[in-house]
């Protein structure tokens, strides 16, 4: 019988930087097609864990596989990742922020992303420094889901974002996610707004999983949203 | 190809304002000693510092440009967006060096450019002691060119020099330096081992080569290319060295 292919399989992942050890042998599975949410605090792990999937940091140890496959460039190819840090070149239009990240990726979808622009209310014609800190994670995340994508990661998309922003940013990628597609991964520590959006959740914390499995199965096993949830197993 | 124009074009556009900045302060210059020659205050050799002062200047500056291109992925943050990129590394190292040899080209373009309008009778005066238009055409493309190899060697050791030093956490300033120096040890002995597998090309001579003859100069350089070609095989080494490092070693800040 065959295995059914995983988007993402990690398993005993460890990273130390200089004497923190960020991760401490973690192992995590993505079924294609499902939305998980990454649930920690500041420092537990999320944006290394999600970092060393994508290739900006090395794991000292541990496998990650994307689509069955070992990282490489071409997977790279076939991840959208929106980081928690600010990467966009402050001195660009959106139109040209837009122009530019097309020209790399083959998933580009051009039609998906007037629509996206106009549904996050962004100016083409305006200059990301001139944009909100809002108005900025809002193109960020347009720049990954322009994308047909078959793994999409998002660290941090709500962070120290205003309520407005953050609404129409969940509104979004309910709107653009296919499942039949895609499958994705949001880091985050908040629960609340977002919790709808969830198939699956994994709390980290200080580089270990304390709890992870289906939304609902845990919901119904502990008798409590994945918000209060959250709440007890980080107070 | 595409993407690597993308990349070329983003890097051009990033420094288009240090780049109209200097060109203007070139031709203000200039344009000053224009008018101090014309009141009489300087002598017409002002003229030859006017021009030479870009000239001198500008390979450090783009020198410390190619060094600031990178630092600034880095502390803007838009290293995160290179890195993710699915293109070979040696491709966005390349894309950087040829922005700074562009504009490099464009800061000569501006100087010769200014040149001839501001100092046009001093440039007459030159060119009529000079064979001919074809033979300043000639010589200037060679020194443009060899100025052009020497800078674009350098710019690698700068890049690689960076991508190193990104690589660890601690003294990334003293592990900068010790790359560029190890790098061009490592340059000089690979042309020092490799000079006798070039040994039967023929050594050149430059007053042939620009023709010196022709203002009846006696003085006689020669270049060794048998030396010279492992050299510039290791630097091409370095250049893919950086790439591979840049694609899969170099991490972000935790």
């Known amino acids: 019988m065959s295995k059914a292919i995983q988007a993402l399989q990690i398993r005993n992942l460890r990273k130390k930087y200089s004497k923190v050890e960020a991760l401490k042998g973690v192992d995590l599975t993505l079924p294609q097609g499902e939305i998980w949410a990454l649930l920690g605090p500041n420092g537990s792990g999320k944006s290394t864990l999600l970092k060393c999937v994508v290739g900006l940091v090395k794991a000292d140890g541990g496998e990650i596989e994307i689509f069955g496959d070992s990282p490489s460039r071409r997977r790279k190819g076939q991840i959208a990742f929106v980081p928690e840090v600010e990467n966009l070149y402050r001195w660009m239009t959106v139109r040209q922020a837009v122009d530019f990240t097309a020209a790399f990726y083959a998933d580009w979808d051009g039609a998906r992303v007037a629509g996206l622009l106009e549904f996050m209310g962004l100016d083409q014609n305006k200059k990301v420094s001139s944009l909100s800190k809002g108005m900025r994670a809002r193109l960020k995340l347009v720049l990954a889901l322009a994308r047909k994508a078959p793994l999409l990661l998002l660290d941090e998309p709500f962070s120290g974002i205003d309520p407005a922003s953050r609404d129409r940013i969940v509104e979004g990628i309910v709107r653009q996610f296919k499942s039949e597609e895609q499958s994705m991964i949001i880091s985050t520590h908040a629960v609340g707004d977002t919790e709808q959006l969830f198939d699956g959740v994994v709390f980290l914390d200080e580089g270990t999983i304390n709890l992870q499995g289906n939304a609902e199965d845990l919901r119904n096993q502990y008798g409590k949203s994945i918000n209060d949830l959250f709440k007890e197993v980080f107070a | ?254």
């Open chain 2, 1 to 254: 190809m595409t993407r690597f124009f993308r990349l070329l074009r983003k890097d051009l556009q990033a420094s288009l304002l240090p780049l109209g900045f200097l060109s203007g302060i070139a031709l203000i210059v200039m344009l000053f000693t224009r008018v101090r020659i014309s009141m009489g205050s300087w002598p017409n050799e002002a003229a030859l510092a006017a021009v030479s002062l870009p000239l001198v200047f500008l390979p450090l500056w783009l020198l410390w440009q190619s060094f600031q291109t990178l630092r600034i992925e880095w502390r803007e943050d838009t290293v995160y967006t290179l890195l993710v990129l699915p293109l070979p590394g040696w491709k966005v190292m390349l894309a950087k060096l040829a922005a700074i040899c562009l504009e490099y080209t464009i800061l000569l373009a501006v100087t010769a450019v200014g040149a001839l309008i501001f100092f046009a009778p001093q440039v007459q005066q030159a060119m009529e002691n000079l064979p001919s238009l074809l033979w300043v055409i000639r010589n200037f493309s060679l020194v443009y060119l060899f100025s052009l190899g020497v800078l674009a060697s350098m710019v690698i050791f700068v890049q690689l020099a960076f991508v190193v030093s990104k690589m660890v956490g601690r003294v990334q300033g003293l592990i900068a330096i010790w790359t560029l120096f190890l790098s061009s040890w490592f340059v000089e002995v690979l042309g020092a081992l490799m000079e006798p597998l070039f040994r039967w090309i023929p050594v050149l001579s430059l007053d042939r080569l620009f023709r010196l003859d022709e203002l009846r100069a006696g003085i006689v350089f020669e270049l060794n290319l048998a030396s010279e070609i492992g050299s510039w095989l290791g630097i091409l080494a370095l250049f893919v060295l950086t790439g591979v490092l840049f694609e899969h070693f170099v991490e972000v800040s935790g």
